[in-house]
């Protein structure tokens, strides 16, 4: 596989300049043409499996009057700035607060939010000034006919969701249009049984909404195409990487979040006992900064405590590994371009003209079932009518 940083290293090569300003340049089309590309067609390697939880309609919860901080208790809840909530209580609501009002959120985590008195002050941050605890149990109640959460990080498109509640597996399907959505809310309906699901501006919905938090949501769907612009990282060792796990331990390294997404090859050597199996294999998350987990299981042999293996994290293309090299192929086209070098424009221009085919002819299908003709509505033909050549 090629990393940006190897990609870089060769671009630096192929055009015979690695001055700082020259390869910020490459960095420039590589990346343009790398974004071109993938929205060419309906690439398979760009599927995802990502996950929400569902969240639920109300909470009780508690609230600090010198920070004027109010903290869900007994369940996840949508705490978006702008989402339109009402309070109860079972006796008094903080000081500063009204069961009689709407109130909008102002977000300030997953679980804790601030209020404001219009949809205007909360998106200026202006809050009220809560200024006691109150007694009793205080709910919050989102008034809001569905909860629109933010879809994962990553996710471009989506095109398929499935939903476990328990033991069940639902599979809503897609609100045709806005106008569709908006017709199936002109009441409140709550159920753990979703029918339709419906994304805009990069939020995720259901119908009906949710009756309870932390169902999980599995979307499946078509990755976003992230600029190439992180250096190879080799900071530590691996310490730990059993063979079948997809943990891996690290020794002195500050592995972080950030790094979810990219790709990790423990170096092949000599040394038993350090020596990985020398594949990459994708990061999908990081739970600290000494260990992370990858997609697939580890296949090398088993490295234990202290094995001190070096490694790379890399960011790649999001192309096939065969094709990474076509974003470097393409800038240094355009760079010989630049400078009239018309030979070695064709040697670029050639390897660009015959890469981009190939790719297409190995990857570039619109219908990524399995099936290519399921045989339905086909012609039955008269056999008395045909020659056979």
């Not at 420039?28 to 067609?41: I, Q, S, T």
């Not at 994708?282 to 739970?287: A, G, N, Q």
């Not at 085919?357 to 008395?384: K, R």
Request: proline share 5%; charged share 15%.
């Amino acid at each position: 596989m090629r990393s940006y940083t190897q990609l870089r290293a060769t671009y630096g090569v192929d055009t015979k300049n690695a001055a700082a300003a020259n390869l910020l340049q490459g960095d420039e089309w590589m990346n343009d043409f790398h974004r071109r590309l993938l929205v060419k067609a309906d690439w398979p390697f760009l599927r995802r499996l990502r996950f929400l939880s569902t969240l639920a309609p109300d909470s009780t919860f508690t609230a600090v009057a010198a920070s004027d901080v109010c903290t869900a208790v007994s369940n996840a809840i949508l705490t978006d700035t702008g989402t339109q909530v009402k309070l109860t209580t079972t006796d008094t609501l903080p000081a500063g607060l009204s069961t009689s009002t709407k109130y909008f959120m102002v977000y300030q985590s997953a679980t804790t939010f601030k209020l404001a008195t219009s949809l205007a002050n909360a998106q200026a941050g202006t809050i009220i000034d809560i200024t006691g605890t109150g007694t009793g149990t205080h709910t919050v109640v989102i008034e809001s006919v569905s909860n629109f959460q933010p879809l994962p990080y990553d996710i471009d498109l989506v095109e398929s969701v499935f939903v476990t509640v328990s033991s069940t597996r639902y599979n809503p399907k897609p609100a045709p249009s806005r106008i569709f959505w908006d017709k199936l809310h002109y009441s409140t309906i709550t159920s753990d049984t979703p029918e339709w699901w419906f994304v805009e501006n990069g939020k995720f919905a259901l119908w009906p909404r949710p009756s309870t938090a932390g169902n999980q949501i599995s979307i499946s769907g078509k990755i976003r195409v992230q600029d190439l612009n992180s250096a190879d990282y080799t900071t530590g060792t691996v310490d730990i990487a059993p063979n079948g796990s997809i943990l891996i331990t690290g020794d002195s390294t500050v592995w972080t979040s950030p790094m979810t997404g990219r790709w990790i090859r423990i170096t092949y050597s000599d040394v038993a006992a350090a020596s990985g199996d020398g594949q990459w294999y994708e990061i999908t998350s990081v739970p600290s900064s000494t260990t992370l987990t990858i997609a697939r299981p580890y296949g090398g042999t088993s490295l234990t405590t202290g094995a001190t293996a070096a490694y790379i994290i890399g960011q790649m293309p999001s192309l096939p590994e065969a094709f990474q090299a076509l974003p470097e192929h393409y800038a240094a086209f355009r760079y010989w371009t630049k400078e009239k070098d018309s030979e070695r424009v064709s040697i670029f221009k050639t390897l660009v003209n015959e890469g981009v085919p190939e790719l297409f002819s190995a990857y570039g299908v619109n219908d990524l079932s399995m099936v290519i003709d399921d045989g339905e509505d086909a012609t039955i033909l008269n056999p008395n009518l045909t020659i056979t050549l």
